[in-house]
């Protein structure tokens, strides 16, 4: 499933007012909301915080990426925003200032699909760059698809 399948311009916010990590996961969470991925947001709510205290989800070069599988997803998806200057998501290296979190539903790895396509694209420093300068959800997402169909090349 390609990335660019999963995430549109509603759940995508750049430059986020957030101050926390938890403040961007129910930024992520009610992102996931508005665009219907979900069935139940308390129990999804819950699936991520599990998840986050099992392990943490920043993987570094200001890049973070919560994920739970749930029954309380309704439609596979991602959330994504940008917060200037970052915040603390727990990676070793410092702020995360790109954050995604994937909403995937239990049956299947599809969340582990999501999970290395993703990182794939966002180890390109480039790319993690244009898409901060992005202003626009629509910006970000022009983005993400133009790296993802040169990746397929």
Request: aromatic share 2%; charged share 25%.
């Amino acid at each position: 499933m390609k990335i660019s399948d999963l995430l549109t311009t509603e759940s995508i916010i750049t430059g986020a007012k957030v101050e926390s990590k938890d403040q961007a996961i129910s930024t992520l969470i009610d992102l996931h909301d508005k665009v219907g991925n979900l069935s139940d947001k308390a129990a999804y709510t819950q699936g991520i915080l599990q998840r986050e205290a099992e392990c943490r989800t920043a993987i570094g070069e200001g890049i973070a990426i919560p994920h739970a599988k749930s029954n309380a997803v309704k439609h596979p998806g991602l959330a994504a925003i940008t917060v200037p200057g970052g915040i603390d998501c727990g990676a070793l290296d410092g702020p995360s200032n790109l954050i995604f979190m994937i909403a995937a539903p239990m049956d299947g790895d599809l969340h582990l699909e999501i999970l290395s396509g993703l990182v794939s694209l966002l180890m390109d420093p480039d790319l993690r760059a244009r898409l901060l300068k992005s202003t626009a959800p629509e910006a970000f997402l022009d983005e993400l698809n133009q790296a993802e169909a040169e990746k397929a090349q």
